[in-house]
């Protein structure tokens, strides 16, 4: 099967079109052949070495996690999912080796669920971990319906996924964002904030009684400036700030869990969940996806198609 692979940490990694082998199919595992690979900043970090001391990495490594595809195959003793059956998923695994980028991905059962029947594969590969991402950091603080939630970097790919669903939850939403991305924020249903000095005030004068939560996808000072309007600091959570347990917030990394993945098809099926995908890119084109990635400028997803 053609695969990227890189065999070495670097900045920028060595990304190569490569065949590999089929990969193999244990028990509660499936085969997955590959339509679309959602593309997320961890991915070039990983492959970078900036989270080496988290991760177990075997070499040649294909990259990624999110996948949307077809199942090509069931391992032994493994009933979840059928030949046939269109599926999306966080593969995130033990140890960074044989991952989404590829045309075929063994996965385990506890990383899909079926996927979202009125998306593409293109939009369903956008989903797994920036959606679980979003909705695993609303539940960890508790927001939802009345409530107001303020999401920091809102129109990236975890934002406006959470955008979406913090509004699905019933809660009211306030998102910062560049200038730009305003319009496509009031689209989703949240009330724009523009990034920048002065941004805690324009929150306030939008919520002067306080707000309820706060979700800190971008770092750089977001907790403490979510910690000063929240009603309770504890409930804010951020997955930017490898210190935001020590500043007494939330530190959120991502887990793979079917039934959030099911609820998130759900919230898509009833057309309360679309996914902007902003560049889809074939997947010999993987090095030209992360540098537009780690450009920091994106409106939604990057997806690769395979």
Known sequence: MKAIAYTA???PPALELVDAPRPKVGPGEV???VKAAGVNPVDWKIAAGFVDPLFEVRYPV???WDVAGVVEAVGPDTFDHAVGDEVFGYVRKEWVELGTYAELVSAPVRTLARKPRTLGFEEAAGIPLAGLTAYQSLTRVGAGA???VVIHSAAGGTGSLGVQIAVALGARVIGT????NHDFLRGLGAEPVLYGEGMADRIRALAPEG???GLDFYGDG????LQSLVKERSRVVSIADPEAAAKGAHQLWVRPDSA???FLADLADRGALTVHVEHALPLAEAAKAWELSAAGRTRGKIVLTV
Do not use: N
Request: glycine content about 20%; hydrophobic content about 40%; proline content about 4%.
């Open 9 to 11: 940490y670097g900045t």
């Open 31 to 33: 085969l997955v052949r």
């Open 62 to 64: 294909i990259p990624g």
């Open 146 to 148: 009345g409530e107001t």
């Open 177 to 180: 964002a560049g200038a730009h």
């Open 211 to 213: 707000i309820d939560a």
């Open 222 to 225: 977001g907790v403490e400036v």
């Open 260 to 262: 959030d993945l099911a």
